[in-house]
């Protein structure tokens, strides 16, 4: 007896697509919310709003870009994002010096993850 991980009884690379899809659907939102958090450290670094003087929104915004660097590079490729994931273990290793490199990294993430 073969098991279907999709339920259906066919097993199908179609089925499996389509479900990581759906998953995909719910979860980008998310995903979207912490490229943002990436884009708020780089615009900080920047010089923008939150800019980084060593004070507490700026270990703030660094420290949530971590974390969320970190949870897209663990989750991004469950998601049929491999490239995303990448990217986000980029970003991951660049968050302690935030320049052009990690710039262009975030909006690369960006265009993978979405609006």
Partial sequence: ????????GTG????VRALVEG?????????SRRVAAL??????????PGR???DLSATSLRDAAAAAA???A??????????GSR?????EASVDSPGPGLRDLVVRLRAEVGP
Wanted: proline share 6%; with cysteine; hydrophobic share 35%.
């Fill in 74 to 83: 663990g989750s991004l490729g469950s998601y049929g994002r491999p490239e």
């Fill in 39 to 48: 884009e708020a450290w780089v615009a900080a670094a920047d010089g923008g």
């Fill in 70 to 72: 970190h949870d897209l």
């Fill in 12 to 15: 199908t690379g179609t089925d």
């Fill in 23 to 31: 998953l995909w659907q719910r979860f980008q939102p998310l995903a």
């Fill in 1 to 8: 007896m073969t098991a279907h991980p999709t339920g259906t």
């Fill in 52 to 54: 980084v003087s060593g």
């Fill in 87 to 91: 990217l986000a273990e980029a970003c």
